[in-house]
């Protein structure tokens, strides 16, 4: 990239790819400087995956391993699917960040550390028993000391910033130092730092010479022998930018309200890691978007379940504990047919669990977390960007078919962000309401009337008939409901038909779901591998990314990804039933294992992690290289 | 297609003229015969035709109970949901349709007990709505257990040696949650009803109006003592603004505010007309419509009806759109092509 600021180097080193970690204090300002490492990144044209984490808790006491809040980047010249499994290289402000993390670090992997930072103390507090700079320890590693908050304080004394106020720019100097080593640009930070501070201009000037200084202090210090280069990926053309989960998100349910013509409602309480969506939502007022910040959980799907019957999208957003209280509401929504998208961003479990931490613990409670037979769909985002797409579908199931609809998505979805391909807004599909006007039915006396239960052959979806709309005056409630009439019935054979009705209509949906697509090279020619990876959701990313490198050592292995979790694609059975072994990766104790082996009796296989962390690629990569070694032995020895 | 709001308001359409009978349902309506539901049912299908609603334009929200069940037998819009959360289902409702009329329907267990968010943050939100609420302190649908306003020691199923707890004050719980109408009335007096409800219905903003229902099934006789026709002379004070309160044969008794800040009821000829209080209910603090909610520590004491406060403050959904147009105003009508592009963007090929 062309920049005044890149004077040529001695040596310049190409590479493919690299993951690096930044780690400090929750306050020390490790995810602007991620973000920041981001954006350059996707500018220069590189494609990028990022894993943000942090702490639970706002500010955990500084200089413990509780408080270490790290950001971690992927970016490379090819395209990736995946964050990384471990960091080439690792930033670390302080003890504490290099204790938390350095284990991740792979052998031979470079360390920057902030050397200031590591006195007696605070080497003490990270819980080391001698300095790891000192005693050895790091010896597998490239370490680099750096005396990152003196070189700042020294860069920001000509505009007399005190040492304790300069200190804090110290990430900046970080970054600095990093850009250069990656020949990152510094005028996209610089910028972002200007708009950022634009009221706090002492700011932005100690920022901007933090970050000058730790560029500088790469280009003169010599520490390092090489600096490196990675090439822009060749990307499908087209416009790009680069999102989180949440945003795209909040930007698909925006787009689904408007293909289908309905103004849209949020009613939500703040939980982590949903409440982006909120903030997103909140921003967007201008769409005639109206977002309440309910009492509690229960009152945002309330309230945004009587929106819908109004004819608004009610949409609610939140997280496990959030999705517990919100379980009776879903189950009335399911009684009264409206259409209504409930966004479960998934964290660790059970309770408050772990809130920042990723888990997709929730599907079977999606499936079945109601009382009675209340079947609700359910679509689950594969990548930030996917959830987009999937916000769009889990609108058109709703409001075709009158039904709540789930959307899971997760924390590792919702925080991590990657380029995407903008789609073109003239091609986003259509979504007809379909409001009822008129009446539907005669009565005996030849009165036209209005049945509210009186549904589409095709659909089995019951007409949706707006306060405001005259003649059409009805009342529907959480009690079983006569076929067609809509009239309170207890009537014995009538629930039975009801039930029945309410699972054939869910079920049917199978109907507009494209087939499972399966990626099994060998199928076209005859030769279909004998393992298949079924997944779902956020493990997207490790699990192509493992069946790409098995491939590459030659393994054959077939790959299928479902976003309908309810109802499945209609071939799902057909496709399971090609294969001898079934891997099922996910976060969680095997819950999609669960449902498959109960809709089609097959055997699969869970491979499962609950660490409130995405799977590794390697941990995939190893899983399909087990179960492939007995097949790949019994095909040898028949041969 | 453009992002529309559902709306089919009819504007400046006049509306038809109604009688009861087009306000009812054809469902047969089956409280227990005696019940004080029927006249309730009543009062509000006789005061909609006056109202100048048309019945597409109203909706009745309920949660759950038997004074839940009072949307079935309207022939408007209507939605039965779940115990204690019609506040919440009909702020969504509201918020989104401001052109519609959105009652809620509920009970003291509803509103109070498993409800009581809803009710206090629709209230303090002062969401556009004319919330009633049936007190016959105790659970009827249920088959008699003590309810949130049941008195202290009340002896039910569920407290075999008397219910342990302290009760709500209904309006008392209103007006401490920025209510900005409050008012009570009884099941007793059609015409006292359909006054109260009709304030309520033309209040902007949230309306809560605690109405004594007896329950002659599971707590017979309730507010006997101050609702009876032989009684309510003596034991109901009528609230009318600008005018001193005063109650009894020719108005004999008056509520005086005492040099100690207390209320208390004395006799008119021994206090004198000029020592009574005069009753404000737009007083924009609230500290005398809370001590006039307290007046009677039970329906066995004088006890205040009609309307306590009807303050003035925007409602809910109009500060909502009317933020949603500044918006507007300022960054123009929402475009989604230029949503995706707002952050930074970059072109490949």
Redesign the interface.
């Given at each position: 990239m062309s920049s005044t600021m890149n004077p040529p180097r001695d040596s310049v080193s190409s590479i493919g790819s690299l993951v690096v970690r930044f780690a400090g204090d929750s306050g020390d300002g490790m995810q602007v400087t991620g973000d920041q490492f981001t954006?350059a990144s996707?500018?220069f044209?590189n494609d990028l995956a990022t894993f943000p984490s942090y702490p639970a808790e706002i500010r955990a006491p500084a200089g413990t391993l509780a408080g270490v809040s790290a950001f971690q980047v992927h970016i490379a010249d090819h395209d990736i699917l995946t964050p990384g499994d471990a960091p080439t290289v690792l930033i670390a402000m302080n003890p504490a960040a290099l204790r938390a993390n350095v284990e991740d670090v792979v052998t031979g992997g470079s360390i920057i550390v902030n050397s200031d930072a590591f006195d007696e103390r605070a080497v003490a507090k990270a819980g080391y028993v001698s300095d790891p700079l000192r005693d050895g320890s790091l010896a597998q590693f490239r370490v680099y000391e750096v005396p990152m908050t003196t070189l700042t304080v020294e860069a920001c004394k000509p505009i007399g910033a005190k040492p304790r106020d300069a200190e804090r720019s110290k990430n900046f100097f970080a970054l600095g130092l990093v850009s250069w080593l990656y020949h990152h640009a510094l005028e996209?930070t610089i910028e972002f730092v200007e708009r950022r501070y634009a009221a706090r201009p002492l700011v932005v000037q100690a920022n901007t010479l933090a970050l000058r200084a730790g560029w500088n202090f790469g280009e003169t210090a010599e520490l390092f022998e090489s600096s490196y280069e990675i090439p822009p990926t060749t990307?499908?053309?087209?416009?790009?930018?680069?999102?989180t989960g949440n945003?795209a998100l909040a930007?698909g349910l925006?787009?689904g309200?408007?293909?289908a013509?309905?103004?849209?409602?949020l009613?939500s309480y703040p939980i982590t890691p949903a409440s982006d969506i909120l903030h997103e939502l909140a921003k967007?007022?201008?769409?005639?978007?109206?977002t309440?910040q309910?009492?509690?959980e229960?009152?945002g799907v309330?309230?945004?379940?009587?929106?819908?019957?109004?004819?608004?999208l009610?949409v609610t957003t939140t997280s496990g504990p959030g999705i517990d209280l919100k379980s009776?509401?879903i189950g009335?929504a399911v009684s009264?047919e409206l259409p209504l998208v409930i966004v479960d961003v998934q964290r660790g479990g059970p309770s408050t669990g772990l809130p920042t931490k990723t888990e997709q613990g929730d599907l079977l409670h999606a499936m079945y977390g109601r009382h009675g037979e209340a079947p609700v769909p359910i679509v689950a985002a594969s990548t930030p960007s996917h959830c987009f797409a999937a916000a769009i579908e889990a609108v058109r199931i709703a409001v075709t078919y009158r039904t709540p609809v789930y959307l899971l998505s997760d924390g590792y979805l919702a925080n991590g962000a990657e380029p995407w391909r903008?789609?073109d807004?003239a091609t986003l599909p259509?979504i007809d309401?379909a409001?009822r006007r008129e009446p539907n039915h005669t009565a005996p006396d030849g009165t036209p009337e209005f049945w509210p239960y009186l549904r589409d052959d095709e659909t089995l979806a019951r007409p949706w008939a707006?306060?405001?709309?005259?003649?059409?005056?009805?009342?529907?409630?959480?009690?079983e409901k006569q076929d067609g009439s809509g009239?309170?019935s207890y009537d014995p054979g009538n629930h039975a038909l009801m039930v029945r009705l309410r699972a054939e209509r869910i079920a049917g949906i199978a109907r507009t779901i494209p087939p499972l697509e399966l990626d099994d090279p060998g199928a076209a020619t005859g030769s279909r591998a004998r393992l298949l990876v079924l997944g779902w959701g956020s493990t997207y990313g490790a699990i192509a990314a493992a069946v790409r490198r098995s491939r590459a050592r030659g393994l054959e292995v077939a790959r299928a990804h479902l976003v309908h979790l309810n109802p499945f694609p209609s071939n799902l059975g057909e496709v399971l039933a090609e294969y001898d072994t079934v891997l099922v990766p996910e976060t969680n104790l095997g819950q999609l294992v669960k449902l498959v082996r109960a809709a089609f009796l097959v055997d699969a296989i869970g491979l499962n992690k609950v660490e409130g962390r995405p799977f590794r690629v390697s941990e995939v990569e190893q899983a399909i290289v087990d179960l492939l070694a007995p097949l790949t032995a019994s095909k040898e020895a028949i041969a | 297609?453009?992002?529309?709001?559902?709306?089919?308001?009819?504007g400046d359409t006049p509306v038809a003229l109604t009688t009861r009978k087009d306000w009812a349902?054809d469902?047969e309506v089956r409280w227990c015969p005696g019940c004080g539901d029927y006249s309730i049912l009543a009062a509000v299908q006789l005061l909609l035709p006056e109202l100048g609603v048309?019945?597409?334009?109203?909706?009745?929200?309920s949660g759950i109970g038997c004074a839940a069940r009072f949307?079935?037998y309207?022939?408007?819009?209507?939605?039965?949901?779940?115990h204690g959360?019609a506040p919440?289902?009909?702020?969504?409702?509201?918020?989104?349709?401001p052109?519609?009329d959105v009652w809620v329907v509920s009970g003291d267990g509803d509103a109070l007990s498993i409800g009581g968010?809803?009710l206090?943050?629709a209230l303090r939100r002062n969401v556009d709505i004319t919330i009633l609420m049936f007190n016959n302190q105790i659970y009827g649908l249920t088959k008699g257990q003590y309810s949130p306003t049941s008195e202290h020691g009340k002896v039910t199923k569920s407290t075999p040696f008397g219910s342990l707890d302290t009760p709500f004050n209904p309006l008392s719980v209103a007006i401490g949650a920025e209510a900005s109408f409050v008012a009570r009335t009884h099941d007793m007096d059609r015409k006292h009803m359909m006054a109260t409800l009709r304030r309520a219905h033309d209040h902007k903003g949230a309306a809560f109006v605690e109405i004594l229902q007896n329950c002659n099934v599971f707590n017979d006789g309730a507010f006997e003592a101050i609702t009876g026709k032989a009684n309510r002379e003596q034991m109901l004070v009528p609230l009318e603004h600008g005018e001193p309160i005063r109650f009894g044969p020719d108005g004999s008794k008056g509520v005086v505010l005492g040099a100690d800040a207390q209320l208390r009821i004395e006799d008119v000829d021994a206090a004198g007309v000029d020592a009574l209080l005069v009753h404000d209910e737009q007083r924009s603090d609230p500290s005398l419509a809370f001590m006039l909610s307290r007046l009677a520590r039970g329906p066995f004491e004088p006890t205040p009806i009609g309307v306590f406060r009807a303050v003035e403050r925007p409602a809910y959904g109009q500060l909502?759109d009317e933020?949603?147009a500044q918006?507007?105003e300022?960054?123009?009508?929402?475009d989604?092509?230029a949503?995706?592009?707002s952050?930074?963007?970059?072109?490949?090929?």
């Open positions: 954006a996707a500018l044209g996209p990307l499908e053309p087209g416009t790009y930018t680069n999102v945003t930007w925006i787009a309200a408007h293909q013509g309905l103004s849209l409602f009613g967007q007022k201008h769409f005639g978007i109206r309440l309910a009492e509690d229960i009152a309330g309230a945004a379940l009587g929106a819908s019957f109004g004819g608004a009610g009776e509401t009335l009264l903008l789609p807004v259509t309401p409001f707006i306060p405001g709309t005259p003649g059409l005056e009805h009342r529907i409630g959480g009690i009239d309170v | 297609m453009t992002t529309t709001d559902a709306t089919t308001a009819t349902s469902q048309a019945r597409e334009n109203t909706v009745f929200v949307p079935y309207m022939s408007t819009y209507g939605m039965h949901s779940i959360r919440a289902i009909a702020t969504g409702l509201a918020i989104s349709r052109d519609l968010n809803h206090i943050h909502v933020q949603i918006v507007r300022r960054k123009g009508p929402g989604l092509e949503l995706l592009r952050a930074t963007t970059w072109t490949v090929g």
